[in-house]
């Protein structure tokens, strides 16, 4: 079973997907220029880092216990960019559904 | 076969059935990846801190490292991924490297939310 591929889904972007049914709705325009802005810059350059990561030895992968996919991007196993790639959106649908839940009306916030 | 294809032939188990790796000399490069992002970081802090909201960002770090310390000790013991033992400082916590919690765990969530809010200040001024 390919356990690392269904971790990343369960643990990023099913709560991606649930948070946005939530707190989507709620953001102003601006706020959601901003998120998809944040997303553009982070997804070339968290793409970028795996590579300088791998590439300087700092860790490796084990079939012995999981398989993985077996879908690789010059050489670099696919999970590994559904997690990077799935933590971004997280990191900023949690901060702005705290945000939202803390301080309720948009009024009340920073901008 | 790729770099990362020939080192996956390297990984071993440990007397307690963990996965190791070690690939080498010792050149804690992990830790100091850190260093330019923190860099990078500092002058995007002092840009945007009034606008960030600290609580939410704080309850962020928080759920970042109670969600991905188990996940990562779940996934380091099943081999998803391995670290090279001569690129980590060495201290763990449960198995994990400690540059995961004091580090990547901790900043990360903080400067993807002042990116955040470095565009959202400029859209607040269109």
Request: overall charge neutral.
């Amino acid at each position: 079973m390919p356990r690392y591929f269904i971790i990343t889904i369960l643990v990023f972007w099913l709560p991606v997907i649930a948070l946005s049914f939530y707190i989507w709705p709620r953001l102003s325009a601006p706020d959601k220029k901003a998120f998809w802005i944040s997303i553009l810059v982070l997804t070339p350059a968290t793409f970028a880092m795996e590579y300088v990561y791998i590439w300087t030895r700092i860790w490796t992968f084990s079939q012995a216990k999981d398989p993985l996919l077996g879908i690789r991007l010059w050489g670099v196993p696919i999970e590994e960019f559904s997690f990077w790639f799935g933590a971004s959106p997280f990191i900023l649908l949690v901060y702005l559904t705290a945000r939202r839940l803390i301080h309720g009306d948009p009024a009340h916030v920073h901008t | 076969m790729s770099i990362p294809e020939d080192d996956e032939q390297d990984v071993t188990t440990d007397a307690s059935g963990r996965f190791t790796f070690r690939k080498g000399k010792w050149a804690p490069l992990w830790a100091l990846f850190m260093v330019p992002f923190l860099v990078i970081a500092l002058p995007l802090y002092r840009f945007v801190r009034a606008e960030v909201d600290w609580a939410a960002a704080w309850i962020t770090v928080i759920v970042f490292e109670a969600l991905l310390m188990p996940v990562e000790w779940y996934s380091l013991g099943r081999g998803h991924w391995v670290y090279n033992e001569a690129r980590i400082l060495g201290p763990k916590v449960f198995g994990i490297p400690i540059e995961e919690p004091l580090l990547y765990y901790l900043f990360s969530p903080i400067i993807i939310i002042c990116i955040f809010h470095a565009f959202r200040k400029r859209e607040g001024k269109v």
